[in-house]
């Protein structure tokens, strides 16, 4: 039986990961689930898994769980000491999907344990990418790209050799406002950003689909993981989302990854690599889709990608600064403080202002640098936002 452990179960990753592992619950074992604070649906998926302990990362809610779990032998716990104690209990495969930096401690204990670790959590390689891989590796443990872009890049090149690729090509959807007059974008509002055309996320990530920071941490991701140089990794819009992902190799030869747009290609790829299992997931009829569409982004309705090649210029910490200075913005755009476009402007200025403190460079990441540095760029751009009028 082999043993499964799901951070972030009540996300849309974890509820589809769930959903995948359901299909054949007499072949897992589940040790640990985690969650927000829908103290409802993780008791129930902790009950119908059976689970070994659940998880809240909200220490106030602890007395929910423990009363939504009474009469089984789950184990309740709360916090973030709670959720790092789950991620150091033997697993055989490991889902991590919390959003955010906090995804970053059971990521590298997945990988300290030598575990199979299905990633999903952005941060983990925009942030402190050569500290996972580097810990992965000395553990001899196996990191597999669960965003459907890592993932369909990951299967372009199953029997290739990394030396004979010339580039990565990711596709984005261009999100909500893809077709919006660029001039009307300064007055755009939160729910607005929040109607992504083709995918069901949460609200915050389908904001950064719509800004396309989204695709600027995955074109980090794409550095961090496969090796390549940032001038080989291309951005495509592509507003069919089929073709998730195309690997070019140096003959000319171009591979493309097609595929409805549904987490449980990416989820059930990892799930049973190096297998592949039927899926319950939409065939794709190309006769009926007629035709794909692809235009180059435009860099002034997506300055996020320019800021995502001065990261990988910087690097060092430049991708927790990036991260934590997108979310803070995110925050304020949410709050109506700022503008959909000044978004952008406010992470530029953190960048901008923390390259010229030195601040960025380091020769070798540490979780107590990511998590310093987290906080600083967090209260770097409150001030930008606070002294700037844009």
């Not at 809610?61 to 150091?88: M, N, V």
């Not at 507003?239 to 591979?255: N, Q, T, Y």
């Not at 899926?279 to 180059?296: C, E, I």
């Not at 960048?351 to 403190?357: D, G, I, T, V």
Request: some cysteine.
């Amino acid at each position: 039986m082999r043993r499964v452990s799901v951070f972030g179960s009540t996300g849309s990753i974890g509820v589809n990961t769930l959903d995948l592992l359901s299909r054949d619950a007499a072949a897992y074992e589940i040790v640990a689930l985690t969650g927000g604070r829908n103290i409802k649906l993780l008791a129930q998926q902790a009950r119908a898994f059976g689970a070994k302990v659940a998880v809240t990362c909200f220490p106030d809610r602890l007395s929910d769980l423990k009363e939504a779990l009474a009469g089984t032998e789950t184990e309740a716990a709360a916090g973030p000491e709670a959720i790092a104690e789950a991620a150091t209990r033997p697993a055989d495969w490991i889902m991590s999907a919390i959003v955010g930096t906090d995804g970053l401690i059971p990521s590298l204990a997945a990988a300290a344990q030598g575990s199979t670790l299905a990633l999903a959590n952005k941060e983990s390689l925009v942030c402190a990418g050569s500290l996972l891989m580097d810990t992965a590796k000395r553990a001899g443990a196996t990191i597999l790209p669960v965003d459907s872009e890592h993932s369909a890049v990951f299967q372009a090149l199953v029997g290739e050799e990394m030396s004979a690729v010339e580039r990565v090509i990711i596709t984005a959807s261009g999100g909500a406002f893809r077709d919006w007059p660029i001039e009307k974008l300064i007055s755009a509002t939160p729910e607005q950003a929040a109607q992504h055309p083709n995918w069901s996320m949460g609200m915050r990530i389908t904001i950064d689909s719509a800004s396309m920071f989204n695709k600027a941490l995955e074109v980090i991701e794409v550095k961090e993981y496969f090796g390549v140089t940032p001038d080989q990794i291309e951005v495509l819009v592509h507003p069919e989302s089929l073709i998730h992902a195309m690997v070019g190799f140096r003959d000319g030869a171009l591979m493309a990854h097609l595929g409805a747009p549904d987490m449980r290609h990416a989820i059930g790829y990892a799930l049973h690599h190096p297998n592949r299992a039927e899926l319950p997931v939409a065939r794709l009829d190309l006769a009926k889709v007629s035709q794909l569409n692809f235009t180059a982004p435009d860099p002034a309705r997506f300055p996020a990608l320019a800021l995502a090649g001065d990261v990988m210029e910087i690097g060092g910490l430049a991708g927790a600064a990036f991260n934590a200075a997108k979310d803070h913005a995110l925050d304020a755009f949410i709050a109506r403080k700022i503008a959909f476009t000044d978004m952008a402007k406010v992470v530029a200025e953190v960048l901008n202002q923390l390259s010229r403190e030195n601040s960025l460079t380091k020769t070798a990441i540490t979780l107590d640098l990511v998590r310093e540095m987290d906080i600083f760029a967090r209260n770097v751009s409150e001030a930008v936002i606070l002294k700037t009028a844009f």
